[in-house]
T-cell receptor, first 115, second 112 residues
Framework: EADIYQTPRYLVIGTGKKITLECSQT?????MYWYQQDPGMELHLIHY???????EKGDLSSESTVSRIRTEHFPLTLESARPSHTSQYLC??????????????FGSGTRLTVV | GEDVEQSLFLSVREGDSSVINCTYT??????LYWYKQEPGAGLQLLTY?????DMKQDQRLTVLLNKKDKHLSLRIADTQTGDSAIYFC????????????FGSGTRLQVQP
């Protein structure tokens, strides 16, 4: 049973449209992440958050933006979608652990196609 | 900087053992992880190993860590068709603010 939810599961949208990909988790995790996954499988970190009102850009430059107004919610927005944004977007969360084991819980992903 | 590398593809017969390899460059990695991704799904944490361990076994899974060579492997015993998926290794450097760095993934194909 998933504790982290992404919607929509699939999205096909025209160039220039504004879109928001939703991500919510029910585990109370402080840390949340967005990864972009290439068709060739590699994951690239594009945004992360360590808590409410904390957001940082990841290793891969992205034209998307994120917000973290509530602990459980970490939406990603593209103001003007382009075909180059076509990809799989994966959301994940994790918690601080006294053992230091920082495993992530992933959502099922949103597959975005911009035509 | 850190870099995590994996071979892209592995094919085995059902019932055989699979060994998926990973190399990493950052010697300060604290934890190393193996994730599994089935088609159309997100990543699922399979197992992890702390950097001061050499081996960890969990049912059909065995993780071996060679810190000297910065080499991590995942052995799946008695591989089943349901094990067909993409396997990612990942590293983290500390418990603090750093996100995981993932390898490029190894696609495991299990032939009946």
């Amino acid at each position: 049973e998933a504790d982290i939810y992404q919607t929509p599961r699939y999205l096909v949208i025209g160039t220039g449209k504004k879109i928001t990909l939703e991500c919510s988790q029910t585990m109370g995790h402080d840390k949340m992440y967005w990864y972009q996954q290439d068709p060739g499988m590699e994951l690239h970190l594009i945004h992360y958050s360590y808590g409410v009102n904390s957001t940082e850009k990841g290793d891969l430059s992205s034209e998307s933006t994120v917000s973290r107004i509530r602990t459980e919610h970490f939406p990603l927005t593209l103001e003007s979608a382009r075909p180059s944004h076509t990809s799989q977007y994966l959301c994940a969360s994790s918690e601080y652990s006294v053992q230091g084991q920082d495993g992530y819980t992933f959502g099922s992903g949103t597959r975005l196609t911009v035509v | 900087g850190e870099d995590v590398e994996q071979s892209l593809f592995l094919s085995v017969r059902e019932g055989d053992s699979s060994v998926i390899n990973c190399t990493y460059t950052d010697s300060s990695s604290t934890y190393l992880y193996w994730y599994k991704q089935e088609p159309g799904a997100g990543l699922q944490l399979l197992t992890y190993i702390f950097s001061n361990m050499d081996m960890k076994q969990d049912q059909r899974l065995t993780v071996l860590l060679n810190k000297k060579d910065k080499h991590l492997s995942l052995r799946i015993a008695d591989t089943q068709t349901g094990d067909s998926a993409i396997y990612f290794c990942a590293e983290s450097m500390d418990t603090g603010r750093r996100a995981l760095t993932f390898g490029s993934g190894t696609r495991l194909q299990v032939q009946p």
